[in-house]
Each structure stands twice: as structure tokens, then as C-alpha cells.
């Protein structure tokens, strides 16, 4: 036969983690709406509080003060520094100037304004957004006006005073020059007057340079830039709009969601997916029951079925063929078909009726198969099997017989025919209140009830309580050796889930597999509760019973030994 734990732990490659983390986040699907609608509003808050802001834009290129600009070679850049410019673009003095002109405060003006350079140019970019369109663009402008006559008034006032330190220079040198020339006309040899008309030609050689030196200054073009792109008033808000910006907000809230689902994710004690179960308990899983919807289940109860144990009243649907699924691919593992003995458990309490209907869904797959069942029920603090499936009309199958009187009266002789529809019939050992639950469950006759599986073409089936809400599943889980584990993943811890498989594995027994079901109907708690070893037992253990029962061994170490 084939082993199902063929399906050895492959490491699955990239694409297949990253599917898997994505439904890990899918999961928790209210932080990602809220993630989203987060975004959308302040993307839409965005996007009305700007509606009212309006943007002008002027352009100006800077030029150099120069003589002949169309000369060959000139440049007109070499002295200018576009950062120095940018900061007496900003300044206060321009400011006051460009208020003054606008006749507007000075504040909102200076708030309003951006001066910017464009990459490799010797261009500044003025722009101011008001609540205004006309008022923008009167202010622009107003700044650019102002950046350009302090410009130019500061290259006059430089002229002026290079003009005034030259001339400086100049004047004495004139009066000195007219000085050698009285000196020339009244002297009386001509040596002397060599002498006097080479320190003429010396004193005429600099006053001539200065001469130049005023000229080029007086002759300078003063222009200081060129307005290449005035401000006019926008038709339309600066802003990029409402539909930009909710579909920025949705980008932006999406990633919000995802980074919040993400941090959930990481101190999310449940167990996220398939995979991790099979990691955890190294077993794989069999099965992943559909939700029985109540109407489902209404269906089911006037077809004769019993709803949420049996799925067969209903002639097929979801849940009967992935119960059936199940029971084959247990009927390929080489280690429950040696000795065909299943042991049907929760990990915890809270699991609901979940375990109980697999187990008698399987034992009627099992039967439909041709195989001859018996479903233990090995509850013994609040049995319920017998009042919940249908009696069938009829004799048990030949091989069932009955193994003697245990502890408190179980297992008894009595085993009920339980009538499974279209699957046919399997037959039930009802669970009983007994003193001592452990020692019923070890006792011989318990044991000989377990070995009919021995009879060819037969197969026990136990449901036992949680295991780690008390110590029964631990000991039975080496006289039947295959476990099913039976949780709601949403609803168990990774913790309970190792504990479970290191119980089990140290009970000498092995998990066959784990079979996934979602949230019953009605279960309000995540988590069920942890009880301390103090807490009596529950009130329904101790409903109609005549035994004293003992408080429920929450510490599985503390089970009985057979």
C-alpha cells in the first residue's frame, strides 16, 4: 500500500512561500479595509484642503552686467553664482520691496513663496500659491519684478562706486599732467624739457588707461536677466485633484492594511496555514471540512440525518465526499491499515461537536467501503454518541462481541446498531460515567474492545476527549497507535499543537494526520479557555451521575500508565 507520509516535507520554492504569505495576509481582511478606507480619507482631506490653493509660476534667467554680449567668446555666466541669487531671491529686501509693490503684508507674501533653479541653467523659478488665482500671479510677479530691480541696483551702485574710486585717481593725474605742460613751455633747456615731456608721455599712458577703464564701466549693459516666463493667473487649484488623490490614498492605505495585517501576522499565536500544521505536527493534512451552513443543516434534520454529526442523510454534498476523501487516503497509509485502529481527538477543549462528527463520518465512510466499524466512544466524562445517531433496525455485524464489564460498568456488553444511510451501518459502544476514567479506559475488557480491530476487514474507530484537557487520548493513544488530530486552525495555538505531537509521539503512538474545520456556528471565544489543575470539572461532567468524578488533569504528563 501507499504511505501518505510519502508526501514528505519538501521545501517548497519561492513563488510557493510567497502565495502562502499572501493568503496569510488576505486573512485578516479588516485590517486591510480599514488600511484602505484610511487612505481614501485622507487622500479625499488632501484633496479638498487643496481645492483653494492656486499656483503661479514666473521664469527668470539671470545675466552678468557685460559690454558687448554678442561679442565672440562672451560669456555671461562666469560671474554669477545661481545659489547666491536663489538666497537674494529670498531675501527680506526683496520681500519688502514686492509687498510694497502689491501693496500687500509682507508675511502671507514671504510664506507664499518658493524659488527654485532648474538643473544646469541659470534660470530661477519663482512660484506662489494663495487661495486666489489673480492674487498669485499679481504676486509672482510683484517678486520677480523686485529680485530684478534689486539686481540692477546693485550692479548701478557697484558701477558708481568703481566709477568714483577711478576717478579718484584721475583727477590728480590731469592736474598733474596740465602742471608739465606749463613746466615744458617755460623751460630753457632742452634737456630739462626732455626730462619733463617723458614724464608727460608716462602720466598721459595711465590717465588714458583710466579714461578706458571709466568708459567700459559707463558702457556696461545693466539688464539683470530676462523674464523668459511672466506668472499668469491659473486656471485650475494646484492640487492633483480628487481622483489622483484617493487613488494615491488607496495606494498608500493598502500598503497601511498590509503593513498592519503583516505586524498581526507575526503575533498571531494560531497556526496560518496548511503548512504549518503539517510542520508542526509532522503529519500531513487529510482533509479540510466546508462550512455546514445552518440551513444545510435544517435540510439534513428533515431528511432523516442528524445534523452536524452525519453528512450522509443528506445523499452526498461537500462534507460526505471530503469525509470519504479522508477515509481513503487512511486507508493508504501503511500504518493504519496494518493495524486499523484510529484514535479521533481535539487538541483542546473548545473543539466542539467537530471530533464526534468526524468520527462517525469516517466510521461510516469506513463502512461504506465494506469494512465492519466499531465506533468507541471513549468520552467517559460527558458521553453524548448514543442520543445523537439513529438507532438501526437490525442485528450487529457477526464479529462484535462483547468484551466483558470494565471499571464502573464500560465498555458493557451493549453495542448499538447505528444506521448511517446510504453508507449502510456501523456499530456504536457508547461511552458511560464510570468512578475511575482511567482505569476503565485501561482496563482488559477496554483492551479487548480494541483488539476486534484484529478480525479482517475491520476497523476500530475511538473518539476520545481533548488531549490536552485531560490525560484519556494519552492513554489510549498506545494501544491504538494512529491518531487523527481534529482543530479549527484559526482557533488553535502552535504551542497546543506541538504539545499535542510530542504527547502522542512520547505515547508511543504516531498522528496519521489532521483533519482542518472553521468556526462552528455559535462559538463566540478564539481561544478556549486554559483551566487550572484546581478547577472542579465542568457541571455537565457531573449531571445525572452517581460517581464522584475527578477534576480534569489539565497536565497531560500526568496521565495514567497502562
Known amino acids: 500500500m501507499t504511505d501518505v507520509t510519502r508526501t514528505e516535507q519538501r521545501q517548497p520554492d519561492e513563488p510557493d512561500l510567497l502565495r502562502d504569505q499572501f493568503r496569510q495576509l488576505v486573512r485578516y481582511r479588516g485590517l486591510l479595509v480599514a488600511g484602505v478606507l484610511l487612505g481614501l480619507l485622507g487622500g479625499a482631506y488632501l484633496a479638498f484642503s487643496g481645492a483653494d490653493a492656486y499656483t503661479a509660476t514666473s521664469e527668470v534667467m539671470v545675466r552678468a552686467a557685460t559690454e558687448d554680449p554678442f561679442a565672440i567668446g562672451a560669456t555671461v555666466d562666469k560671474n554669477i553664482n545661481i545659489g547666491t541669487e536663489r538666497q537674494t531671491a529670498l531675501s527680506s529686501t526683496v520681500a519688502d520691496a514686492a509687498a510694497k509693490a ?4 509682507v508675511a502671507p507674501m514671504s510664506r507664499c513663496l ?3 533653479n532648474p538643473p544646469n541653467t541659470l534660470v530661477l523659478r519663482f512660484t506662489c500659491t494663495t487661495p486666489d488665482a489673480h492674487r498669485s500671479a499679481d504676486w509672482v510677479n510683484a517678486f520677480t519684478t523686485a529680485y530684478l530691480d534689486n539686481r540692477q541696483a546693485q550692479t548701478k551702485a557697484t558701477i558708481d562706486r568703481m566709477v ?10 590731469v592736474a598733474q599732467r596740465n602742471d608739465l605742460l606749463d613746466q615744458i613751455q617755460r623751460a630753457k633747456s632742452a634737456q630739462i624739457a626732455g626730462t619733463l615731456v617723458s614724464a608727460q608721455t608716462n602720466l598721459l599712458s595711465r590717465i588714458t588707461e583710466l579714461t578706458s577703464d571709466i568708459s567700459q564701466l559707463r558702457g556696461l549693459d545693466t539688464t539683470p536677466g530676462i523674464v523668459i516666463k511672466p506668472g499668469v493667473p491659473p486656471r485650475a487649484p494646484s492640487g492633483p485633484g480628487l481622483a489622483m488623490m484617493l487613488g494615491l490614498g488607496g495606494a498608500v492605505g493598502i500598503g497601511l492594511g498590509l503593513l498592519g495585517a503583516w505586524v498581526r501576522l507575526v503575533f498571531d499565536p494560531t497556526v496560518r496555514s496548511d503548512a504549518e500544521v503539517t510542520r508542526t505536527l509532522g503529519a500531513p493534512v487529510l482533509g479540510t471540512l466546508p462550512r455546514l451552513r445552518r440551513r444545510d443543516a435544517a435540510r439534513a434534520a428533515d431528511e432523516g440525518g442528524t445534523p452536524g454529526l452525519l453528512a450522509g442523510g443528506r445523499g452526498g454534498g461537500r462534507l460526505a465526499e471530503e469525509y470519504r476523501a479522508v477515509a481513503f487516503r487512511l486507508t493508504h497509509d501503511k500504518r493504519f491499515s496494518e493495524r486499523r485502529r484510529l484514535l479521533v481527538v481535539g487538541p483542546r477543549g473548545g473543539a466542539g461537536e467537530t471530533p464526534a462528527a468526524v468520527a462517525a463520518n469516517l466510521s461510516a465512510s469506513f463502512a461504506e467501503m465494506g ?7 471513549a468520552d467517559l466524562r460527558t458521553p453524548t454518541l448514543a442520543d445523537r445517531l439513529r438507532t438501526a433496525d437490525g442485528s450487529r455485524p457477526g464479529w462484535a462481541r462483547s468484551p466483558g464489564l470494565g471499571e464502573g460498568g464500560w465498555p458493557a456488553g451493549l453495542q448499538v446498531p447505528i444506521d448511517a444511510g446510504e453508507s449502510g451501518s456501523f456499530d456504536l459502544v457508547p461511552g458511560r460515567r464510570v468512578r475511575n476514567v482511567a482505569r476503565a479506559l485501561t482496563s482488559a475488557p477496554a483492551g479487548r474492545l480494541f483488539a476486534e480491530a484484529d478480525e479482517p476487514g475491520s476497523v476500530v474507530v475511538v473518539l476520545a476527549p481533548p488531549v ?3 490525560a484519556d487520548a494519552v492513554a489510549l493513544a498506545d494501544r491504538v497507535d494512529g491518531v487523527v488530530v481534529v482543530c479549527d486552525p484559526r482557533a488553535v495555538r502552535r504551542a497546543d499543537l506541538e504539545r499535542v505531537g510530542e504527547l502522542i509521539d512520547a505515547a508511543g503512538a504516531s498522528v496519521l494526520g ?3 474545520h472553521s468556526a462552528e456556528p455559535g462559538a463566540k471565544r478564539r481561544f478556549p479557555p486554559r483551566r487550572s489543575p484546581r478547577t472542579p470539572a465542568p457541571a455537565a461532567d457531573r ?3 452517581d460517581f464522584p468524578h475527578p477534576s480534569p488533569a489539565t497536565a497531560p504528563e500526568r496521565h495514567p500508565v497502562p
Do not use: W
Not at 102 to 105: C, F, V
Open 102 to 105: 502689491a501693496k500687500a503684508p
Open 114 to 116: 518658493q524659488v527654485s
Open 164 to 173: 568714483a574710486s577711478y576717478q579718484a585717481q584721475l583727477d590728480p593725474m
Open 371 to 377: 469494512m465492519e466499524v466499531l465506533l468507541v466512544e
Open 468 to 470: 490536552l484537557a485531560y
Open 514 to 516: 489532521v483533519v482542518l
Open 543 to 545: 449531571r445525572g451521575t
